[in-house]
């Protein structure tokens, strides 16, 4: 069994108060769990307006295909928000 997780660093420069970030980051993690069942959540600067941190994490047998899903979720999240990816860590061990 294999653990995959992600760290997935967006600037979204419209955010002006915690308020439009939380309600920023509430849409993305509810569509990433609905679409992939996997878990998600803001992982740091939770009090910085306009940049967000998700968390990502899922398990499988394989490693491959836990390359493959976290490329895609990395893809959904870039596709479904106004804010710009500017980091990605993937680990699997």
């Known amino acids: ?3 995959g ?3 997935v660093k967006l600037h979204a ?3 002006h108060s915690l308020k439009e970030k939380r309600s920023e980051v ?3 993690t509810k569509r990433v769990r609905n679409k992939f069942n996997v878990s998600v959540c803001e992982a740091d600067m939770t009090d ?3 940049t967000i941190v998700l968390g990502l ?3 499988s047998s394989s490693k491959s295909h836990l390359d493959a899903a976290l ?3 990395i893809r959904f999240i870039e596709q479904n928000t106004d804010a710009e990816v ?3 860590e993937v680990e699997i061990k």
Request: charged content about 10%.
């Open 71 to 73: 490329q895609e979720i």
């Open 1 to 3: 069994m294999f653990v």
């Open 5 to 7: 997780t992600a760290i």
């Open 48 to 50: 910085v307006h306009q």
């Open 86 to 88: 500017f980091d990605v």
């Open 26 to 28: 509430q849409k993305l």
């Open 57 to 59: 994490g899922c398990v």
């Open 13 to 15: 420069p419209w955010v």
